[in-house]
């Protein structure tokens, strides 16, 4: 597991696909948390990647700025961006996803539901849906054995859970191997969704942190 930046506050990694980001609570569990522990000690974790997301993660080496991150995340976090394959040609070059979100606790799925006319973001309609907004730009079109894919870089404007896999549902491109939301291939052995880029405001020094993380050599098409 690559390390990305390291400094007195924070360590910055690059998560490979099909490792936890964090422990289940069972024993002796390889995760990435784990691997960073190992390498410098006690540290705390910012945010997660689904264990098949691979890409840019944030630890902290204490608890206060931990804190000092996740209380103001929104704020701090100045932009997230991933790359992704989907099945399919997409018509749209660019454009936006808005939908509300509502994960079933039971089945572990997040659902999309359309908004309304006259909806407003900041209220839900109900109390346990969740507004999400992901910008789109379609990067390349190409086929892997015979069948076709577009890779496309996603920007969100909210953190929700599965957020971009559930979007790409909803337009009827799933995320390559995203079997979980509705994918019907797996060209690359593994779910080709990547967390490239992230930048947020240092909660200690002020200053722009801004990481990349190179695209995986597999999403070539």
Known sequence: M???YEDRWLIVVNK????????TGKSGEDTAYSRVYDYAGKVFIVHRLDRDTSGLLVFAKDSDTKL????NWDEAVQERRYVALLE???EDEDGWIETWLYENRKS???HCYALEKGDDPSTPPRKDWQFASTHCST??????????????EFELETGRKNQIRVHSQWIGHPVAGDRKYGAQTNPIGRLALHAQTLSFIHPWTGKTMRFT???PKSFKI
């Open 2 to 4: 690559e390390i990305i």
């Open 16 to 23: 490979p696909s099909g490792l936890l980001s964090m422990s």
């Open 108 to 110: 572990m799925m997040v």
């Open 68 to 71: 000092a991150l996740q209380e």
């Open 213 to 215: 993380s190179k695209t």
């Open 88 to 90: 399919g040609d997409i």
């Open 139 to 152: 990067l390349k079109r190409g086929q892997i054995d015979g069948k076709p894919y577009t890779m496309v």
